[in-house]
């Protein structure tokens, strides 16, 4: 199927590079127009309670919409100077006529020292608008330009103002990693083969598939909710296998055509190295199309997305690529750089007399290798899941300074209190029965440990919990705006609305342990009063809880997907099974590494981050959809180069020997390549993305010298014959199939 697929291509080259062109120009004009659909929302699971929990208080209480912090600041001046005030008011002015803002409360409008921070210095001004959050980045933007204040500092913070400031640096970094990898990558492809020509062809292959990616993540935008991520993930995927694939086909080539003619070169070239990356990028695909399992949709969006890439890279590999060969023939040596050996265009003979030490004593190399492996895992077994917060933002970003100064200089202010809903099971709130059931379960949840501060209906009337119905009914009704919004956000005939401040940082194991205390204490239950809670602390558990409950059917989906295309492809039961494990063993490692560095905080002066003492969920099981489909990149090319061997001697040695010899140079290159280009991330100021980065990289690493060196050579030595075989039927299905032909000794007999 392959080889006849190379000399189609071949035949048809003018047209098969027109078309690869059409589609590019056809994708490309459509990427503007989704860039600014994209979000840095999406990380909520929204058939969980704390969703629930979002779209009461928006419906209920008027609590769904943006808000905004402003900090004003002096060096000079105390807060609470006339002058200071004066120009806070001023600054602010604008604001009250615009239609979306629903509250202004400030330290003049309320008289509270909350407003006022510890050293005196400063103040903020809390802004309520009715537009959605994450739906008020405009309106942010023209805040930012009607707020001005001559001799005050000033900082706009929020989760608006936090996804404003992920979004541009996410698209920093990704502009700062190219200019890293790309000349990296270069000098490295120019290395392996020699020649400026044959180097440029990987390159271009990336060039290609990554913007009609782009313009398909546009389109993408357009239709459904999309992660602002996927830019990068896309992007620096989409070049990691682009390089690989073309690097696989393009070194093949070049070995056949020492001995072929060129048409003949690119069809055996597409009939192996073709075959292994149509494999490989299926499994990539089946690896990334897991992400779809998983009810958040950024995580979806970055599994299409990945997935697209990938398919494109692919496509341009089998299409463009093997076309440009065949005009370009014996030129692609020309620009040489330093001439290549023979034994350097077919392997030095360092790898393949490192698999033959290793298969002396395989025990020996597997079970301390094997140890290693998992001791470095170990540490996964602590980590602490939490979701991107504004702690993972620069110190120096605007909306990061906001958050700082109002968490630690701020007495009682908490931006991430848990929110505690409470409904009648009978009539409304506001009926005296349910009002005294209401202030008995607030004073029952103020003596829970762990608890600091509930805030309520209560905080507004002198009386607190014993307030009469009369007195919590004059507030709901009083003559001041301000009064009366604040008191419907706490109090409706529908429900209340509690605000609980735990003792402990919202991320912490102990607000965790808070929250689901409250769900499962009962306090409301027994009054008569059905309780929901949500927020910050809640979202994160509910996050961390769906993701959990679907990977189970996320790896039961991928591992036997890609069980099964192993199969088809290596005509074997037992190399799959092996694949399989090998790759788990170089994503755990990688995952043990994760916690190590960038949760419990080790290297971080080298790597220069700021440790949050949590990981992004949303980091491992991107590592794991991409990663588990990578590595078979480099088996299948290393199991098919063997196959070929084994077809032709029958020795298994010889063949495992020989197969990791002949791809050790070009493995070792690919690898290389994908560390340059994961690794990257190492200038990121997202720690997010930074982890996202050096993770891949240490597990591209892991399977590329460890495994590949050692384990693989190791256990293919144990089982021997068992490695190859396989029942009747599935030779049939193959050969029905076509994808178990080897390439024939007299290639004229192949239709043309």
Sequence with gaps: MFLRWGYFVARHRIAVILVSLLLLAVMVPLIPSGLDRLSAEGWEDLNSESASVAERLARDFGQGGAVVWIV???????????????????????????????????????????????????????????????????????????????????????????????????????????????????????????????????????????????????????????????LNIATILGLAVSIDYSLFLVSRFREELARREVVDAVAVALATAGKAVFFSGLIVTIGLIGMVFFPMFALRSLGIGGALVVALAVYYALTFLPALLVLIGPRIDRLRVRRLSAAAREGSGFWGRLATMVMRRPVAFLLPVLAGLILVGLPFLSVNFGTPGMDMLPRDDESRVAYDQLTQEFAGTDVAPIEVLLYPHAGQMTDPANLAALGEAVAALARMPGVARVESIFDLVPGGTNASPEELAAVLQSTDPAVAGRARGFLTPAGARLRVDPAADPGSPEAKRLVRQLRSAGV???????????????????????????????????????????????????????????????????????VWIFQEGHLSGLLRFEPTGYIVPMVPVVMFCILFGLSMDYEVLMLTRMHEEYQQHGDNTRAVGVGLERTGRVITSAALIMITVFGAGIVDRLVLLKSLGVGMALAVFIDATIVRALLVPATMRIMGWVNWWAPHWLRRLQQRLGVTEAVPRALEEVPR
């Design 72 to 230: 004003f600041s002096s060096d000079t001046l105390t807060a609470t100077d006339p002058a200071f005030q004066a120009e806070v008011q001023q600054a602010i002015a604008p604001l009250a006529s615009r239609p979306e803002i629903t509250s202004i409360l400030s330290y003049a409008t309320t008289g509270s020292d909350a407003f006022i921070s510890r050293d005196g210095h400063k103040t903020y001004v809390l802004l309520t608008s009715s537009v959605p959050q994450g739906q008020a980045g405009d309106d942010l933007t023209a805040y930012r330009a009607l707020v001005h204040a001559p001799t005050l500092d000033v900082a706009f913070g929020g989760w608006d103002a936090a996804y404003q400031s992920f979004t541009t640096l996410a698209q920093a970094d990704l502009r700062r990693q190219e200019i890293i990898s790309l000349p990296i990558t270069l000098v490295v492809l120019v290395l392996v083969f020699g020649s400026l020509v044959a180097a440029g062809l990987p390159l271009l292959v990336g060039l290609l598939s990554i913007p009609a990616a782009l313009g398909g993540i546009a389109v993408m935008a357009h239709l459904t909710d999309t992660s602002v991520y996927v």
């Design 524 to 594: 409301a239950e027994e009054r008569g009063l059905t309780m929901l809670v949500g927020g910050a602390t809640a979202v994160n558990i509910d996050m961390v809880d769906g993701i959990i409950a679907r990977i189970p059917y996320v790896l039961a989906f991928i591992v036997i997907a890609t069980y099964v295309v192993l199969c088809l492809l290596l005509g074997s039961f037992f190399l799959p099974l092996k694949a399989i494990l090998m790759a788990a063993l170089s994503i755990t490692a990688s995952f043990g590494a994760l």
